[in-house]
Nanobody
Framework: QVQFVETGGNLVQPGGSLRLSCAAS????????MSWYRQAPNKERVLVAA????????NYVDSVKGRFTISRDNAKNTVDLQMNSLKPEDTAKYYC?????????WGQGTQVTVSS
């Protein structure tokens, strides 16, 4: 039974920071790359950050590069997303999944709203 539980989303002012966390279970976490996706209202879900299985490499969509940092703890089966200098355009529901390819069932996500 695969499960992703995303937490940490909140309402935050522009320029603020949040740290999201994803607790994963039901698959071999340390054998899979992991990723964060987001879905804004009336838009498709898109990849924003990814990390290799060992944590040795990571990559980001251009719009978040330099502001977001993905990390993982294979002992705890968690993957985090540190989000700094948040912008209104970052407003979305955020989800985690495997990488490459989001091939497992989606969790409920966690809502990030950036607004004054």
């Amino acid at each position: 039974q695969v499960q992703f539980v995303e937490t940490g989303g909140n309402l935050v002012q522009p320029g603020g920071s949040l740290r999201l966390s994803c607790a994963a279970s039901g698959f071999t976490f340390n054998r899979n790359g992991m990723s964060w996706y987001r879905q804004a209202p009336n838009k498709e879900r898109v990849l924003v950050a990814a990390m290799s299985a060992t944590g040795g490499s990571s990559n980001y969509v251009d719009s978040v590069k330099g502001r977001f940092t993905i990390s993982r703890d294979n002992a705890k089966n968690t993957v985090d997303l540190q989000m700094n200098s948040l912008k209104p355009e970052d407003t979305a529901k955020y989800y985690c999944n495997t990488w490459p390819g989001a091939r497992l069932p989606w969790g409920q996500g966690t809502q990030v709203t950036v607004s004054s």
